[in-house]
């Protein structure tokens, strides 16, 4: 990360979380080429559920990506089976790009897996991926 990174991370650090999320939203828009700088972001801060929730939906609704660090970076702080329903309701139709998320989503999922709880969603999920 470099300097100008940093400061963003203390930027959002000091702001409350909903604000914090507003914030990269605004400045980090999916329409904009650089909105994957905010996945850098997104991992160093505590952040309310509502929030987390609302930066995966917004996020995610560009899956699949084409590698696994947006996944990786919201696994690092929400649960399983918060991410699963999540990206369940915003998995695209298509064979080939169901095909990717589950390439790069599933090493993920199963590494956060900590319960039999969790580990049945990855399951049930990816099955109803397939």
């Known amino acids: 990360m470099n300097e100008k990174q940093r ?6 650090r000091e702001l409350q979380s909903s604000e914090a ?9 999916i329409s904009n080429v650089q909105w994957g700088e905010a996945l850098l ?3 160093h801060r505590s952040w309310e559920k509502r929030d987390q929730i609302r930066l ?3 996020y995610f609704s560009k899956i699949p990506f084409a590698s696994a660090l947006g996944y990786e970076a919201f696994a ?12 369940r309701d915003l998995v695209p139709p298509s064979a080939e790009d169901r095909r990717l ?3 790069h989503l599933a090493p993920v999922l199963r590494r956060k897996a900590e319960s039999d ?4 969603a990855v399951r049930s999920f990816l099955d ?3």
Do not use: N
């Not at 400061?7 to 959002?12: A, D, E, K, T, Y």
């Not at 999320?21 to 828009?29: F, I, K």
């Open 21 to 29: 999320a507003d914030w990269l939203m605004e400045r980090y828009p």
């Open 117 to 120: 709880r969790d580990m049945t």
């Open 56 to 58: 995966a939906k917004y």
């Open 76 to 87: 690092s702080f929400m649960s399983v089976t918060s991410l699963i329903s999540v990206i």
């Open 41 to 43: 972001f997104i991992p």
């Open 128 to 130: 109803a991926l397939a």
């Open 7 to 12: 400061q963003i991370c203390g930027h959002l």
């Open 101 to 103: 998320i589950e390439y």
